[in-house]
């Protein structure tokens, strides 16, 4: 009841998508699309399998245009040899990164600022924020792509021996050893099944785009494909709320895990334990904002799914970037302790992609476009009108990290 209002945020199945798809690297996925095709689920023949697809595009066409954030349900994505469900493993393994590791590794694993690369490891407690007044209450840890590999690439992976020097976003993953009691297997779930997962869901998730905005799912793949290496993760653990016992969500006064904002780039992806604490702010006034907090899905192993900028700017205004935050987890009545943690992927289109031409009304409403090292109350912090379409996409975004960082 703390966490009250709840807000429902529907759900859409890509199945139609994942039917036909090639190249998935996700072992739940292609297991999803073998049961698929085994039942014969869509036919293609019929003209079933393009109707469903165009029916899912435009639900998700209009899920983005109005709150900018869904639930994608992938029924239960769950290997018939494992006993665990995915998200449970993801979690398990996020958590052995907080609390098997000592405080000595994590300080020696932390993220090297003096690289010039929005780096990989660890992030101390306080590390990061929206804004340089708010302390947000989790450490977190960062890593990425990890297929660093010679030939020919092939559709979904990019055929990339090693981080590239003029990409600030691409570098190689810092991990603790099994010897500081991190386990292979959990390095695993994290860096390659968790990872697979969500760019295969990036990945039919523009080819639905791209059948709402164009009419035809090719072309923004086409367009926007090249993203995979310097697409970015990250797992917080959100520390428990100073507040009170039982106390109500009310202000800033139970403190927050992640301060108000808009994400970035194209997509973000996350999935969570159960404790709630994800809230949207469904209206336009930000100086007298009211926040409704998502009621969590994610022990179904479904995936939340927030618009970015980036995507609100490249479908010129149709589809909405959500405000959101993230509250600490507040101490129920019942219990004595409570954490929340998370796994967050950010998907992005290729780096060299340009950005497009920038109304006013788009540069004030979006995280994008305001200098986050400033503090809330500078006057100086409101967005500024930045010419931008000189630059590329990924340089911007590097730079945006580094306004986070503290």
Request: one cysteine or more; aromatic letters at 12%; charged letters at 25%.
């Amino acid at each position: 009841a703390q966490y009250e209002p709840y807000i429902d945020v529907e759900s859409v199945s890509l199945d139609p998508f994942l039917f036909d798809a090639e190249c998935l690297t996700c072992d739940f996925l292609l297991e999803r699309q073998t049961q698929l095709r085994h039942v014969k689920a869509f036919n293609k023949e019929s003209g079933q399998l393009e109707a469903e697809k165009r029916r899912v595009a435009q639900k998700v066409g209009e899920l983005s245009a109005g709150k900018g954030s869904f639930w994608v349900d992938f029924a239960q994505v769950q290997s018939a040899e494992e006993e665990v469900s995915f998200r449970d493993q993801v979690i398990a393994a996020a958590q052995e990164l907080f609390l098997n590791v000592s405080p000595e590794t994590k300080r020696n694993l932390q993220v090297n600022k003096a690289t010039g690369k929005i780096g990989r490891g660890y992030l101390p407690l306080g590390g990061e924020s929206g804004g340089s007044a708010t302390f947000e209450n989790k450490e977190g840890f960062a890593f990425g792509f990890s297929r660093w590999r010679s030939g020919a690439p092939d559709a979904h992976h990019p055929a990339l021996a090693a981080p590239r020097d003029w990409n600030r976003m691409e570098a190689y993953n810092v991990w603790p050893s099994e010897e500081q009691s991190f386990s292979p297997k959990a390095k695993s779930v994290l860096e390659r099944e968790s990872i697979d997962l969500f760019s295969d869901l990036g990945m039919l998730l523009i080819r639905a785009y791209s059948l709402d905005l164009h009419g035809d799912e090719t072309v923004l793949h086409k367009e926007w494909a090249g993203g995979d290496s310097w697409s970015l993760t990250r797992v917080f653990r959100y520390f428990k709320s100073l507040a009170e016992k039982g106390a109500k969500v009310e202000g800033e006064s139970i403190g927050l895990g992640s301060s108000p904002h808009t994400d970035w780039g194209l997509l973000t992806f996350i999935l969570a334990s159960d404790e709630p604490g994800l809230q949207l702010s469904l209206g336009d006034d930000v100086q007298n904002e009211t926040w409704s907090t998502v009621k969590p899905q994610f022990a179904k192993d479904w995936i939340f799914v927030n618009t970015g900028d980036f995507m609100a700017l490249l479908s010129q205004g149709k589809y909405h970037s959500p405000r959101h935050r993230v509250v600490s987890p507040i101490l129920g009545s019942d219990h004595d302790n409570v954490e929340r943690t998370s796994i967050v992927h950010f998907y992005y289109p290729r780096y060299d992609i340009p950005i497009p031409d920038i109304s006013p009304d788009m540069q004030g409403k979006y995280s994008t476009f305001t200098d986050q090292r400033q503090k809330a109350d500078d006057s100086t912090a409101s967005t500024t009108a930045v010419r931008l379409q000189d630059r590329l996409f990924g340089d911007w975004i590097a730079e945006k990290w580094t306004q986070v960082s503290r």
